[in-house]
């Protein structure tokens, strides 16, 4: 059994109407005779058969149209049988549709950021560029609250950055003639800059959590050595060596350190250090210390006093506020034990350090009084996994063994 | 392929010294290698790039041609299926047109018709570009053109290490390769190492590194940029220039990086402005990098006009220094 089909009668023919048969079911008929009559776009066409046999079954109907292949007719060869579940199994004519398109590559268009909870509100007409959206979106500024700088009054990147300096910087008593030159309090919006920021970690962000408890005995004897050489203002704080040996781990652990985006991790080649710095009134910020892997500690904890000293000043930059690529959040003296912090995205981790507490520690199998911290990480399950974790915790451990080193 | 590691000392070299070593070195190193166009012989080439090559390789590997560009191109054509490594110079741009078929229905698509049964391996050479005087039949910048055509590739070299080592890097692909040589370089000097050598072919590259606005360009307003720049320096405006070195394929990955950091972007581009390739570079950029854009686009291209005899004319109708200082202040609010 042959299948006798819409031929094609031109390249650009895509479908032909069946306009007259010629032979009807059980006329013989030879190579070359013509069988059907063709509407095409270039008018009638005689279409002719190249299988001789006998005609067996007629598939189309008169006038209707059908797609270049579709079987017309089926043509059974000299002495072939007709086979009855042949004949069943011929699939009815297609009806004419567009031909499928093949699957499209996919173009490569950068997707939108993902939607904060503060939605960028704008009074209607105000031009606001890409990335001064993204960056609204990003810490949670109001775009309401922005002044455009740019052409027509646009809101650009550096407003948006301008403000978010604003709203991360605190009060600060002035004098009344100098009060409208101070840099603007506004708590209420560091709030919602907080919420919008932390809102977001907890609904994308994947936690997961490790504690591990480092004996800091060493650090502690290290330090009164070296402070008892400095004046008051040189001496170091206990606070820089964990941040400093969480720099140093990172070089071996470059996973927790960088930008979760678009749904990919890049890593940071430079490590700035995110310090969480209580501001009194309610405010919190975390501004970045720069390439701390790379810095000797005591110019570290320079960098480190007059970074506390500038935010709770209110003159922290914009820049200081998107740079840190990993967060220590260390409460000092006065805090707790324990501390498990909420990734500041688009960051991947945040380390927590807690208060330094003498405790019971056995020391070649003898119990001795220890110095002892409780050191915790909040990762991004999306970008480690807790093993990767525990190694990264107990290197910062290790690292901080040796002071000296650091 | 990498730069040579090893460098010796650097000598003092025009960009057309250049090119004419890259023809010598590859026409010594692979007995397949010759070179044929009009004038490339005898006369030494209409921009003296060949000068001396027939004497030193003798007519079998230096061979002019008659004034036929698609009949010579063809023969090119011809010779890289056959196995050799022809080097095809077309003397500018503008009469390439004359073997646009060969190029773009032949070169370019054979690969393609024959099922992978045959590959171009041919390098075409070209002088692109206005500012000799040349007029309207003789000065345009058409590579854009050629970029947009799948199954060729097309390059750019705007510096002397470029002129140098592309070549022999294209006469490697085993698929049609178009160098454009911009006509106001061949007489620039500089310093190139003396071993300098074969160098990649599809990366761009960050000429000067700024944070404020990226200007992408290549070939001949490569250097206009770099000057613009170095005024915008001065104004406290630190532009990253970028040379985009092959047209097809574009190296989208430098482009976005660039961008993604400095926020602006300026293209700079000879050819005419609608339809430009400097059109293609801006639309991958709004599609890529659109989130990190904090400013309108621009451009900097030809008047559309046929490129004028004229001098004033003609330097008022391509880009200048002055144009892209202009372009980069408005598109930084800072005019």
Known sequence: MVEFRMPSLGADMEAGTLVEWLIKPGDVVKRGQVVAVVETQKGAIEIETFQAGRIDKVLVDLHSKVPVGTPLALILAEGEEKLAVAAAAVPPPAVIAPPAAPPLERPRIAPAPPLSPVRPRVAPGTQVSPAARRLAQERGIDLSTVTGSGRDGAITYADVERRAAEVMAPAVPVAPAERKRAPTLDLGAMRVAIAAAMARSKREIPHYYLEHQVEVTACERWLAEKNATLPPEGRLLFGALPIKAVALAIRRFPAFNGFYRDNKFAPSPAVHVGVAISIRGGGLAAPALHDVDQLPLDELMRQMRDLIQRTRAGRIRGSEMSDPTITVSSLGERGVETLYGIIYPPQVAIIGIGKAVVRPWVIDGAIGPRSVITMTLSGDHRVTDGHAGALFLAEIGKLLQEPEKL | ?335
């Open chain 2, 1 to 335: 392929m990498k730069q040579e590691p090893i460098k010796t000392e650097a000598i003092e070299i025009t960009y057309r010294e250049a090119v004419r070593e890259a023809l010598r070195d590859a026409i010594k190193r692979d007995e397949r290698v010759f070179l044929m166009g009009e004038d490339v012989g005898r006369y030494g080439g209409c921009y003296a790039v060949s000068h001396g090559l027939l004497a030193q390789f003798g007519p079998e590997r230096i061979r002019d041609t008659p004034l036929s560009e698609s009949g010579f191109t063809g023969a090119g054509i011809g010779a890289a299926m056959a196995g050799m490594r022809p080097i095809v110079e077309v003397m500018t741009v503008n009469f390439s047109l004359l073997a646009l078929d060969q190029i773009l229905n032949t070169a370019a698509t054979l690969r393609h018709m024959s099922g992978n049964q045959f590959g171009v391996p041919l390098v075409i050479r070209m002088a692109t570009g206005a500012g000799r005087q040349l007029a309207a039949q003789h000065s345009h910048s058409l590579e854009g053109w050629y970029a947009h055509v799948p199954g060729i590739t097309v390059l750019a070299p705007a510096t002397l290490e470029d002129a140098r080592g592309m070549l022999w890097t294209a006469l490697e692909d085993p698929d049609p390769v178009l160098i454009f040589e911009n006509v106001m370089l061949y007489n620039m000097t500089g310093r190139l190492a003396a071993d300098a050598g074969a160098v990649d072919i599809d990366k761009a590259a960050v000429r000067r590194p700024g944070r404020d606005i990226s200007l992408i360009t290549y070939g001949g307003s490569l250097w206009k940029t770099l000057e613009a720049a170095t005024t915008l320096a001065g104004d406290g405006i630190e532009a990253e220039v970028i040379d985009l070195r092959s047209l097809r394929p574009l190296d989208d990955a430098t482009i976005m990086a660039s961008v993604a950091k400095t926020r602006h972007a300026i293209i700079v581009d000879e050819g005419w402005r609608t339809g430009s390739l400097a059109a293609e570079v801006g639309m991958r950029i709004v599609e890529q990098a659109f989130w990190s854009l904090d400013a309108p686009l621009g451009r900097v291209c030809s008047e559309e006009v046929p490129i004028p005899y004229p001098r004033h004319l003609e330097n008022a109708a391509i880009p200048q220094a002055t144009k892209i200082v202009a372009a980069t202040k408005a598109a930084l609010d800072r005019a």
